[in-house]
Nanobody
Framework: QVQLVESGGGLVQAGGSLRLSCAAS????????MGWFRQAPGKEREFVAA??????YYADSVKGRFTISSDNAKNMVYLQMNSLKPEDTAVYFC?????????????????WGQGTQVTVSS
């Protein structure tokens, strides 16, 4: 069993930056793909970024602005978000997939955190 806890959300002005963190407990990331998703009010949960030890994927809407990374020794995954826009406002979720194959659909992930709110003001 894997438990995920996100942190680092908050209120930021457009053009600003935030770094989200995801702490995993229960086991190490070895053999897992990790992802970030987000959900805005009234919208479906959508893919943001994902990674394994060898590949990373980004949604087109965040490519060049967001960076996913991990510190396996600390069982942490991060999402560095730069040049934030009001349309980035959402609850951001960390997810773990019990496979080294990275997928971009939320249905492919076995474990989820509770989410952290990111609000970008214009």
């Amino acid at each position: 069993q894997v438990q995920l806890v996100e942190s680092g959300g908050g209120l930021v002005q457009a053009g600003g930056s935030l770094r989200l963190s995801c702490a995993a407990s229960g086991r190490t990331f070895s053999g897992y793909a990790m992802g970030w998703f987000r959900q805005a009010p009234g919208k479906e949960r959508e893919f943001v970024a994902a990674m394994s030890d060898v590949v990373t994927y980004y949604a087109d809407s965040v490519k060049g602005r967001f960076t996913i990374s991990s510190d396996n020794a600390k069982n942490m995954v991060y999402l560095q978000m730069n040049s934030l826009k009001p349309e980035d406002t959402a609850v951001y979720f960390c997810a773990a997939r019990q496979s080294i194959v990275v997928v971009t659909t939320r249905h492919g992930y076995n474990y989820w955190g509770q989410g952290t709110q990111v609000t970008v003001s214009s």
